[in-house]
C-alpha cells in the first residue's frame, strides 16, 4: 500500500517537473511580415521585431518605417508592417545626381522634405504632381530673371539656364532672317542677362478708292415732265493701290508704292427724265416722323447731292437683312405705321429717295450718311439695329424670303462724305 502511495507521488513529481521544463523552453510562433504591401507567413522563436526581421534576412535602413518600431517585442497579434523607403535620383540645379530614400509620396513633397521651395516659373521635371516610384529621376532647376527687349517693348522673364534661341521660342517670338538678336541665338542665358530684339519686317498694304460714275440723262416724252427713271443703276470704279511698307521695331519707317490700278471700270447710271407735261402738283417729300423717332437725324440726306467718291472712306462689315414687317424684325408699330430709328416711315416702302436703306452702328456710320455697298449698291444709312453693333449693317429688303436669300456675308461697304466733305450728321 505504501509503495503504491510512493510510486504516484513519484509520477505527480516528474509530471510537474516535465510541464516546468516544457514552458521553459522557446516554443515557435506564427508571424505576418507585411512588406511593402505583399504579405508573408513565417514561424519563429525571436521575441522581438528586430529579431524576427534578422532571423528573416530583412535589411532595415534608415528611412524605412516599421510598426512596431524595431526595439519593440514582438506584439500580441504577430504582424510586423514594413515600408521601405523609395529610391529616387535627383538633380537640383546643374550640379550631379545624387540618390535620395524617401517615404515622400508624390515630386513636390519630395521637393518641401530636400527644403527645396518651388516657384511656377521652375522647372520641374516630372510634375510636381507626379506619384514617385522607387528608381525614378526627378530634376528641379530653379527659374531666373532675364530682360527681354523685343521691338521696343520691354520685360522682364523668368526662364532656367537655356539658349537665346530656346528662350525666344518659349516667348513666342518667331523671327526673320531680318531680324537682329543679341547675344547670339547659341548663347547661353544667365541671372540678369540682357536679350533684345530689333525686328524689321515688311509688310502689303493694299488701299482701295471709288471714282464717282457718269450720269447721263435721256428725255423721255412718256414720263410726267420732273418725274425721273433709273434704268441702269450706276455703279463706281475702283483704284487700288498696293504698297509695301517696312517697320523697324513696330514703327513705320517706310512705305513705297508697288502698284496703282483700275481694278474695276466705274458703269455709267442711265436716267429717264419726263418731258410730258403735267399739272404741277406739290413735289412729294420723304416722310420722316420726329417725335417717334428714337435718333433724330439733323439733316435730312439728299440723295441728288454729289458724291464725294474720292474722299470715301473704306470698311468691311458683316451684311445682313431685315424687312419693315414688325413682326420678323421685332421693332414695333407707331399709329399702325413701320418707322426706321431716324423716323422714316417704311411702312408701303423699302427705299429712300429710289436708294436701299441700311442699319448702322452710329458710332462707326453716322445716320444719313450715304453709302456703297458690295453687291448692294449706293444706299442710305436711316436705322440702326439691337445686334447692329461695330462693323455691322443690316440691308431692308421686300420680305422674308430675300432676307433669307440675302444670309450672312462679309462685303466692303465705302462711308461717302457729302458735298461738304464731311459725313451726314458729323
Known amino acids: 500500500m505504501m509503495r503504491s502511495f510512493s510510486y504516484i507521488v513519484t509520477g505527480c513529481a516528474l509530471l510537474v517537473l516535465a510541464s516546468l521544463i516544457y514552458f521553459a523552453m522557446d516554443h515557435p510562433r506564427d508571424v505576418t511580415l507585411m512588406i511593402d504591401g505583399q504579405e508573408q507567413q513565417v514561424e519563429t522563436t525571436e521575441t522581438s521585431v528586430y529579431g524576427v526581421l534578422r532571423e528573416n534576412g530583412i535589411d532595415v535602413q534608415e528611412e524605412d518605417t516599421i510598426e512596431p ?139 482701295e478708292q471709288l471714282l464717282p460714275f457718269d450720269v447721263e440723262q435721256v428725255e423721255d416724252p412718256t414720263l410726267p415732265k420732273g418725274q425721273e427713271l433709273v434704268t441702269t443703276t450706276g455703279r463706281p470704279g475702283v483704284r487700288t493701290k498696293k504698297y509695301q511698307l517696312t517697320l523697324a521695331d513696330g514703327q513705320s519707317k517706310e512705305k513705297k508704292l508697288l502698284a496703282d490700278e483700275v481694278t474695276s471700270e466705274p458703269v455709267k447710271q442711265v436716267v429717264k427724265v419726263g418731258t410730258k407735261p403735267i399739272e404741277r402738283t406739290d413735289p412729294v417729300t420723304p416722310v420722316f416722323n420726329e417725335e417717334q423717332a428714337t435718333v433724330p437725324l439733323t439733316v435730312t440726306p439728299e440723295v441728288t447731292a454729289d458724291l464725294d467718291f474720292k474722299n470715301a472712306k473704306t470698311l468691311t462689315v458683316e451684311a445682313t437683312a431685315y424687312t419693315n414687317d414688325p413682326a420678323s424684325n421685332g421693332s ?66 421686300g420680305d422674308e424670303q430675300t432676307a433669307k436669300t440675302f444670309g450672312r456675308k462679309t462685303v466692303k461697304l465705302w462711308v461717302i462724305p457729302n458735298e461738304s466733305g464731311t459725313e451726314a450728321g458729323s
Open 332 to 397: 414695333q408699330l407707331y399709329d399702325g405705321r413701320a418707322l426706321t430709328a431716324t423716323g422714316y416711315d417704311v411702312t408701303d416702302t423699302i427705299t429712300y429717295q429710289g436708294l436701299p436703306i441700311v442699319a448702322v452702328d452710329p458710332k462707326v456710320i453716322p445716320l444719313g450718311t450715304k453709302v456703297y455697298v458690295e453687291g448692294v449698291g449706293l444706299a442710305v444709312a436711316l436705322d440702326t439695329g439691337g445686334a447692329i453693333k461695330g462693323n455691322k449693317i443690316d440691308v431692308l429688303v
Open 69 to 207: 518600431a524595431l526595439s519593440a517585442d514582438l506584439p500580441d497579434d504577430g504582424l510586423i508592417v514594413m515600408q521601405r523607403a523609395k529610391e529616387i535620383t535627383l538633380i537640383v540645379g546643374y550640379g550631379q545626381a545624387q540618390t535620395v530614400r524617401t517615404q515622400a509620396r508624390l515630386v513636390t513633397d519630395l521637393l518641401k522634405e530636400q527644403g527645396i521651395t518651388q516657384a511656377d516659373s521652375d522647372d520641374v521635371y516630372p510634375s510636381i504632381n507626379a506619384v514617385l516610384t522607387t528608381g525614378m529621376t526627378v530634376r528641379f532647376r530653379e527659374a531666373f530673371p532675364v530682360d527681354v527687349i523685343i521691338g521696343g517693348q520691354a520685360k522682364q522673364v523668368y526662364t532656367y539656364q537655356t539658349t537665346v534661341r530656346e528662350l525666344l521660342a518659349k516667348q513666342g517670338v518667331t523671327l526673320q532672317a531680318s531680324d537682329k538678336v543679341a547675344p547670339s541665338l547659341d548663347t547661353v542665358v544667365s541671372e540678369n542677362s540682357l536679350v533684345t530684339v530689333n525686328t524689321t519686317r515688311r509688310a502689303t498694304l493694299t488701299q
